[in-house]
């Protein structure tokens, strides 16, 4: 898809704000060697993690984090959670993104993915 001339103008010279939403960070990589699972996938990781049997379908992300919390305790769900969003690899479309001198970014995903691919560009997201 090509971009029109005005909005590749207007992202070259610094004038939009970016907003990465759900599948932001596709195709990056966590500290298990694993995409950052996204909100299905991460109900069903944690009830399995905490032994609660997950419906696909029926069972919503709150409901499995809320019970996975009461089962693990705040140690253990913390560092389930630490293990598949921090310190993640940026997928090489984010680090793409991260050469453009974005007005300023937004992102409604847990991991640090983004962050990842702008400490390897040369724009600081200070």
């Known amino acids: 898809m090509q971009l029109p001339k005005f909005l590749l103008d207007q992202i070259q010279r610094g004038r939009v704000v ?3 939403g759900a599948g932001a960070s596709f195709g990056s990589t966590n500290r298990l060697q694993e995409s950052p699972p996204m909100a299905s996938a991460l109900a069903k990781l944690l009830s ?4 609660i049997d997950f419906v696909e379908g029926e069972d919503d992300l709150s409901v499995a984090a809320a019970n996975a ?3 693990l305790g705040d140690g253990r769900y913390n560092q389930f959670l630490q293990d598949r969003y ?3 690899r940026a997928s090489t479309d984010l680090q793409h993104l991260a050469q453009f001198p974005w007005a300023r970014i937004y992102t409604i995903n847990i991991d640090d993915t983004v962050e990842d691919a702008f400490n390897r560009s040369e724009y600081d997201i200070d």
């Open 48 to 51: 399995d993690e905490s032994g």
């Open 86 to 88: 921090l310190r993640c």
């Open 69 to 71: 919390k009461k089962r």
């Open 18 to 20: 970016l907003f990465l």
